[in-house]
Nanobody, 119 residues
Framework: QVQLVESGGGLVQPGGSLTLSCAASGSIVSINVMGWYRQAQGKQRELVATIGGATTYADSVKGRFSISRDNAKNTVTLQMNSLKPEDTAVYYC???????????????WGQGTQVTVSS
């Protein structure tokens, strides 16, 4: 089994900052890519940022969000600055993991953490 546990969501005013963290644990041999996705109410889940061999960002967050990773600890962090009301969503951590006893990478998801940007 693999578990992803997120932390750091909450309520923040427009222009403020939040840091989301995610820790992966379990029978992990290797993690290929880690990332963050978000789903606003009534909308589809969308990519926010990923980090593997390279980093990718949604156009809507470029220059405001920064993703980083600690491979030794199997953690990924999303630093969110200059937050806007449209960033309000449930944020999900994702990891593409090779579990022990398997030969293929599989996607795992955290339970989600709410980020609300409002005055």
């Amino acid at each position: 089994q693999v578990q992803l546990v997120e932390s750091g969501g909450g309520l923040v005013q427009p222009g403020g900052s939040l840091t989301l963290s995610c820790a992966a644990s379990g029978s992990i041999v290797s993690i290929n890519v880690m990332g963050w996705y978000r789903q606003a109410q009534g909308k589809q889940r969308e990519l926010v940022a990923t980090i593997g061999g390279a980093t990718t960002y949604a156009d809507s967050v470029k220059g405001r969000f920064s993703i980083s990773r600690d491979n030794a600890k199997n953690t990924v962090t999303l630093q969110m600055n200059s937050l806007k009301p449209e960033d309000t969503a449930v944020y999900y951590c994702n990891a593409r993991v090779l579990r022990s006893g398997t030969i293929r990478f599989s996607d795992y998801w955290g339970q989600g953490t709410q980020v609300t940007v409002s005055s």
